[in-house]
């Protein structure tokens, strides 16, 4: 596999856990507010206030999975490193390919002067 489709894959991943792991903990925080203000209705106003900050840090590691996700996706370092080394390697094969013409064309020379008359 190459670096590109192991990228798509962590990010896949990156979304799907951390999507599943915050929904895992707003639940909890939606179901102990819920058990806090069944137990004192008094402090439903408090509890509410706490809930909505927490649900609010619980969500910001949803984006900040997110953001990895898409850092990945279309930011990706390393698949910048690895267009690198692609194109390098291209521009190798080109000298090599260069190198080896003009062998060609210094044998073709020599086969031209052995085989021109001699005057």
């Known amino acids: 596999m ?3 489709t192991v990228s798509v894959i962590i990010a896949g991943g990156t979304i799907g856990i951390g999507t599943l792991c915050t929904a ?3 639940g909890m925080s939606v179901s102990s507010a ?4 069944a137990r004192q209705p008094e402090a439903s106003g408090t509890i509410s206030t706490n809930l909505i900050i927490g649900l609010a840090f619980i969500e910001s590691l949803a984006i900040y999975a997110l953001v990895i996700a898409l850092l990945l ?3 990706n370092p390393f698949a910048k490193a690895q267009n690198d080394v692609i194109e390098a390697k291209s521009k190798v094969e080109l000298v090599k390919a260069e190198a080896e013409l003009l062998q060609a064309q210094a044998q073709l020379d020599a086969l031209k002067k052995q085989a021109a ?3």
């Open 2 to 4: 190459d670096i590109l």
């Open 24 to 26: 895992i903990g707003q």
């Open 34 to 37: 819920m058990n806090g203000i």
């Open 73 to 75: 996706l279309f930011a």
């Open 117 to 119: 008359p001699a005057k």
